[in-house]
C-alpha cells in the first residue's frame, strides 16, 4: 500500500507510526508534502520516509491521498493537486470542520473519506469516527479501516451529523481530560504531594478508572457509588464538585464545542 499526506504534522505524524508498526505500509511506501522544511527533514530522519515541499509530487502512484492541512488551506491545496488526482484514488480527510460536499467539490472528485481522528492516536490508543462517500468502493474502504485500526479503535458511520458530534466529544475530550488532570494535580500539590508524585497518582487514577468502567461495562454511577462511603472523603469531594457544576460545565463544553463544529462545517 502506497500511501500520500499533505501536511506532515502530529495527526499525520500518528497515522505513519501506525502504519510502519503495524507493517500496513513499508516506509518506502510513504510520502509526505509540508510548507515546513524542517519539518519534513525531522519525519525523514525519524521514519526514513519521502518527503518533500510539493504536493504534486507526493501523488506519483500513492494508493490513498490523506489530507492533513489546515481547514483553511483547503481551497489552496485543492487548486494544486486537483487535476493531478486519480480518480479512483481515495482521499481521506482528517480536516475538522470540513464537511464531505465541501471536500468533494473543492477537489472535484469523488472517492472521498472523512475521519475524525483524537490527539491519543499518537501513541497508538485513539479513536477515530469515519464515513465514505457514497461512491467508495468496498475495497478502498477496507483498506482505510486497516489503516484506522493500525493507532487505536474507530466507527464506521453512514451519517455526517456524527462526525461533528465525535468532533465535540472524542477530538475535543482529551483537552477536557487534560484539563481535569492539570486541576487533580495542582490540587495534590496544594494540599501537600510532590508534583511528580501527585502526577503519577492522578494518571494512573484515570487509567484505571477507564479500564475498569471498560472492562466492567457497569454504569458509572454504580462504579462511582463503590467509592463513595457514606458521610466519607469521597463524598465531601463529590459536594464540592456539584457545588461548582462540575457536570453542568463539562456538558456545556461538549456542547459549545458541537455548535462551534457546525458554524465552522457551514463556512
Known amino acids: 500500500m502506497k500511501l500520500a499526506f499533505i501536511g506532515g504534522g502530529a495527526m499525520a505524524e500518528a497515522i505513519i507510526k501506525g502504519v510502519i508498526a503495524s507493517a500496513v505500509a513499508d516506509p518506502q511506501d510513504i510520502s509526505v508534502s509540508d510548507i515546513d522544511e524542517s519539518r519534513c527533514r525531522y519525519l525523514t530522519n525519524q521514519y526514513r520516509i519521502f518527503t ?19 481547514p483553511q488551506n483547503l481551497s489552496n491545496v ?3 493537486i486537483r487535476d493531478s488526482l486519480d480518480p479512483d484514488m481515495p482521499v481521506v480527510s482528517i480536516l ?3 464537511r464531505m460536499n465541501t471536500l468533494t467539490n473543492s ?15 499518537q501513541v497508538g490508543a485513539g479513536i477515530s469516527l469515519w464515513l465514505c462517500s457514497s461512491d467508495m468502493n468496498p475495497e478502498n474502504a477496507s483498506m ?15 451519517d455526517e451529523r456524527y462526525i461533528d458530534m465525535a468532533t465535540a466529544l472524542s477530538a475535543s475530550g482529551p483537552a477536557y481530560v487534560l484539563s481535569f488532570l492539570e486541576s487533580m494535580v495542582d490540587a495534590g500539590v496544594y ?30 454511577a454504580e462504579l462511582r457509588d463503590m467509592v463513595t462511603s457514606p458521610g466519607g472523603t469521597t463524598a465531601e469531594g463529590l459536594l464540592a464538585l456539584e457545588e461548582g457544576k ?14 462551534k463544529s457546525i458554524v465552522l462545517g457551514e463556512k
Not at 472535484?108 to 492516536?121: E, Y
Not at 479501516?145 to 453512514?158: K, N, Y
Not at 504531594?193 to 487509567?207: D, G, H, S
Request: net charge positive; glycine share 4%; no cysteine.
Open 191 to 220: 494540599i501537600g504531594l510532590p508534583r511528580e508524585m501527585a502526577r503519577l497518582l492522578t494518571i494512573q487514577t484515570v487509567i484505571g478508572s477507564s479500564k475498569l468502567a471498560a472492562e466492567t461495562r457497569q454504569h458509572f
Open 107 to 121: 477537489l472535484n472528485h469523488k472517492s472521498v473519506i472523512r475521519v475524525m481522528p483524537n490527539t491519543p492516536a
Open 52 to 70: 518533500t515541499v510539493d504536493n504534486t509530487t507526493v501523488l506519483e502512484n500513492a494508493d490513498i491521498l490523506v489530507l492533513a492541512v489546515k
Open 246 to 259: 462540575f457536570r453542568a460545565t463539562v456538558i456545556n463544553a461538549v456542547i459549545a464545542a458541537y455548535q
Open 78 to 80: 485543492a487548486d494544486q
Open 144 to 158: 482505510m479501516q486497516s489503516i484506522l485500526q493500525t493507532f487505536g479503535q474507530e466507527i464506521r458511520v453512514e
Open 96 to 98: 475538522a470542520g470540513t
